[in-house]
C-alpha cells in the first residue's frame, strides 16, 4: 500500500510518523528522532507545549537527509492565538527548529481566539511558510464551523484515536470535508495497553507473525488514518513503523472495529470541565 497520503492541498504526507509528546530530556529526544529516521520515518510530531522543537531541529539537522524528505509538523498552543500572536509564535517555532519552513502547523486546542489564529495560519500557508494547516482536537461542530466561516480547509485534523476511540462519526466529518484523519496515542499511550491483550488483536498479529502494537496500527493505516506513535526505544521504533508489508483481512479488521467503545482516554475539548482546566494549563515553550 501507499506509505503517504496527498493532503487537501496536494502536498504529500507519511502515513506513519513519530510523536515526541512526553520526551522530556532533550538528548533522549534527538537520539530517539535519529533512531526514527533512521527506521525509515519521514514524518516527526512536535508543539510548542512538548518542549521538543530543538531536539526535534538538532536530529533534523543531524540525519544527513535532505530537508525536504522530512515532513515536520509542530502545533500553536492556545495562548498564542490571538491575531499576530500566533504568527509571531510561528516565527518562534521556527527558530527553535532552526527550520525555515514547516511541512504542517496546526491549532493545538480548540480553546482561545481560534479564528484569529487561522486567519494568521492561513497568511503565513500563503506566504510559503508552512506548506500546509490545520487543527488538533477539533470535534466535527467545531471543524465545520472553522470551514464555514474561512478560505483554507484544514489539510489535517490530528485527534485521538486508537482501538478504543476510533472515532468512526468524526472520521466520516472529516472524509465528507476532505480533512485528513491523524490519529494521536494511536498506542493508547501505555495506559490502556490491555487492549493489546484482547484476543482479536492477539490473533490477528499471530495469523501475520506480528505484534500487538504492529497490528493496532496496521488497523488504522490500512483505513487511510495516519498515526505517529511515540517510542524512546529503538527496537519499538522499527516495530512500530513495520506495518506497510502485511494486510488484514476483511474478518479481523471486522473484530478490531468492534473493540472501538469510543471512549477518548486523553478527553476531549467538548467537555466544559475540560474546557476550564484550560485556563491553568501551561506550555513548555511559548
Ligand atoms: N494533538 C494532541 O493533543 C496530542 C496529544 C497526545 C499526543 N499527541 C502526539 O501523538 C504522539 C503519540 O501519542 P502518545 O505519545 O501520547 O502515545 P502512544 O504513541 O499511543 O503511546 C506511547 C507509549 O507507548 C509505548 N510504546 C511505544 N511503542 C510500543 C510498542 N511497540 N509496544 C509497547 N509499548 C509501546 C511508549 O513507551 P516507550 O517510549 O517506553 O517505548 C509510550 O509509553 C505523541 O508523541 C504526540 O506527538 C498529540
Known sequence: MEQSIRLNNGVLMPLVGFGTYQITDSAECER????????????????????????????????????????ITSKVWFRNHPEGACRESVYRSLERLGLD??????????????????????????????????????????????????EIVPAVNQIETHLYCQQKTAH?????????????????????????????????????????????????????????PKSVHPERIRENIGVFDFELTEEEMAALSAVDNASPMIGTATDPKRAEAAKNWTSREL
Open 172 to 228: 466520516e466529518w472529516m472524509a465528507k470535508y476532505g480533512v485528513a484523519h491523524q490519529g494521536y496515542a494511536p498506542l493508547g499511550q501505555s495506559r490502556i495497553n490491555h487492549m493489546f491483550a484482547l484476543p482479536c488483536v492477539r490473533a490477528a498479529a499471530e495469523n501475520h507473525g506480528r505484534t500487538p502494537a504492529q497490528t493496532a496500527l496496521r488497523f488504522l493505516v490500512q483505513q487511510g488514518i495516519s498515526v505517529i
Open 101 to 150: 519552513y514547516l511541512d504542517l502547523m496546526l491549532i493545538h486546542w480548540p480553546f482561545g481566539d481560534v479564528y484569529a489564529a487561522w486567519r494568521d495560519l492561513e497568511t503565513l500557508y500563503r506566504e510559503g511558510v508552512l506548506r500546509a494547516i490545520g487543527v488538533s482536537n477539533f470535534s466535527p461542530d467545531r471543524l465545520v464551523d472553522l470551514i464555514n466561516y474561512n
Open 32 to 71: 530517539s528522532v535519529l533512531a526514527a529516521v533512521e527506521a525509515g520515518y519521514r514524518l516527526i510530531d512536535t508543539a510548542q507545549n512538548y518542549g521538543t522543537e530543538r531536539p526535534v531541529g538538532a536530529a533534523v539537522r543531524a540525519c544527513g537527509l535532505p530537508r525536504e524528505e522530512l515532513f
